[in-house]
């Protein structure tokens, strides 16, 4: 099945709310091959400012993750998972994530491009706090490649 | 700890360089905290099954790694505001041998109306640049 062009300008259910967790964090971190005392010790986090320490900048692919298995799993977009490439990734902040923060995603499809077979499909996760606030939008495009 | 001065720096100068040598276990250690479990990052059937060379490292950790000599060099990750990528070429981790990544961050652009510096990563492999347009937006 193509991928439906007709999800372009779809926007999905806001994710159930996601709690930020000071040893996810930590873990994320080490992961990510982060030494910065701020992602890793709430004592220096908290001598920068911070109430927690703070998520490393590729930390929302976390919550956007939860948001484009949504995308996948929408039964008329057509989206062969075995056959998509991640093409690029952007996170705009607001602020960053600290540990305690309850993230919220929600995903609109911008764009979706068919060439040579190949479709490129542009989503936008917009990250909101607790408060409604916005704290990083993240933006994927993802390759899906032609059927052989 | 002191954030760099904006006005001490120049277009073109290097900021921060490190070397990331990944293993398998880093791939699986990646997987775990960031729940991307695509078996493309630690089976090696899987990987050759779908035409790959072989097990790659998830495109989110180089991003994830790439970064970390720019949040060194701020202190601070927190000023770190917008952060892009594109993925173009994949990075093959060998079972022994492992893979090098290699990552300079030169400064591509200043702007001091918005107290803002662009941050442009040279990441590569084996030679080869593996991310374009990397491009790390700090708040200084």
Known sequence: ?148 | MTAPDLTGLAVGDTVAEAAFPLTRDSLVRYAGASGDFNPIHYRDDVATGVGLPGVLAHGMLTMGLAVQPVSDWLGDPGRIVDYQVRFTRPVVVDPQAGAEILVVAKVGKIDADAAQARIDLTVSFQDQTVLGKAQVVVSL
Do not use: C, W
Not at chain 1, 116 to 123: C, L
Not at chain 1, 133 to 144: G, P
């Open chain 1, 1 to 148: 099945m193509p991928i439906n062009p007709d999800i372009q300008g779809r926007t999905l259910a806001p994710t159930a709310p996601y709690l930020v967790g000071r040893e996810k964090i930590r873990e994320f971190s080490r992961a990510v091959f982060a030494t910065n005392p701020i992602n890793l010790d709430p004592a220096a986090a908290q001598a920068a400012g911070y109430a927690d320490v703070v998520a490393p900048p590729t930390f929302p692919i976390v919550i956007q993750q939860l948001t484009l298995d949504q995308l996948l799993a929408e039964p008329d977009a057509g989206i062969d998972f075995s056959r998509v490439v991640h093409g690029d990734e952007r996170f705009s902040y607001s602020r960053p994530i600290v540990a305690g923060d309850e993230l919220t995603g929600a995903l609109t499809v911008t764009s979706v491009k068919t060439l040579a077979g190949n479709s490129m499909v542009t989503a936008e996760t917009v990250v909101t706090d607790a408060g409604g606030a916005h704290v990083v939008t993240a933006i994927s495009t993802l390759v899906v490649r032609a059927e052989d």
